[in-house]
T-cell receptor
């Protein structure tokens, strides 16, 4: 039982390049989330997926797109990377509303640098 | 919008000491979550609180859901070196149960 996994762990991009961050969970959770964490700050929600087939914007969605590929996988895409997107990205999952559980479980993170 | 303020921002303590930190908001929360983040890792859930006044323990950690629903407290007893890390409070906002906000964290350092 791996929990939440993320790939890659590290990535360096040049301004304007695109890439997709992958996330998968094996806990049969309904809901999944993408956060970014900047130095000395808490986590800010980028996008979330309440259940398979749905996605919605969080606090800081500009410059990102997401895909809920199936119940297990939730990807985050940067179409044209900018230096302001240099950050650590975390994926998380939770059981969702059906169980009235709001406990989120996080992956190890992807450290992205945009030059 | 809703914000979570954590204090203190950082603290240095001696091994064996007890630690207290808190999280406050200007808005009501129905759930409080406490996480710990080790360097280079993702946050790990420590304690979840669902009822005002609730007091929950997890080993040496004890957390309380404030009666006003606008605050929560985390205590660590008899600290050890592996308690080092950043402690975050978090909760779902009133605008949507999937929209969580996180505090800015309390950075804890334990001196052996």
């Amino acid at each position: 039982n791996a929990g939440v996994t993320q790939t890659p762990k590290f990535q360096v991009l040049k301004t304007g390049q695109s890439m997709t961050l992958q996330c998968a969970q094996d806990m049969n959770h309904n809901s999944m989330y993408w956060y970014r964490q900047d130095p000395g700050m808490g986590l800010r929600l980028i996008y979330y997926s309440a259940s398979e087939g749905t996605t919605d914007k969080g606090e800081v969605p500009n410059g990102y797109n997401v895909s809920r590929l199936n119940k297990r996988e939730f990807s985050l895409r940067l179409e044209s990377a900018a230096p302001s997107q240099t950050s650590v990205y975390f994926c998380a999952s939770s059981e969702g509303d059906a169980s009235y559980s709001y406990e989120q479980y996080f992956g190890p993170g992807t450290r992205l640098t945009v030059t | 919008g809703q914000q979570l303020n954590q204090s203190p921002q950082s603290m240095f303590i001696q091994e064996g000491e007890d630690v207290s930190m808190n999280c406050t908001s200007s808005s009501i929360f129905n759930t409080w979550l406490w996480y710990k983040q080790d360097p280079g890792e993702g946050p790990v859930l420590l304690i979840a609180l669902y009822k005002a006044g609730e007091l929950t323990s997890n080993g040496r950690l004890t957390a309380q859901f404030g009666i006003t629903r606008k605050d929560s407290f985390l205590n660590i007893s008899a600290s050890i070196p592996s308690d080092v890390g950043i402690y975050f409070c978090a909760g779902p906002t009133t605008s949507g149960t999937y929209k969580y906000i996180f505090g800015t964290g309390t950075r804890l350092k334990v001196l052996a």
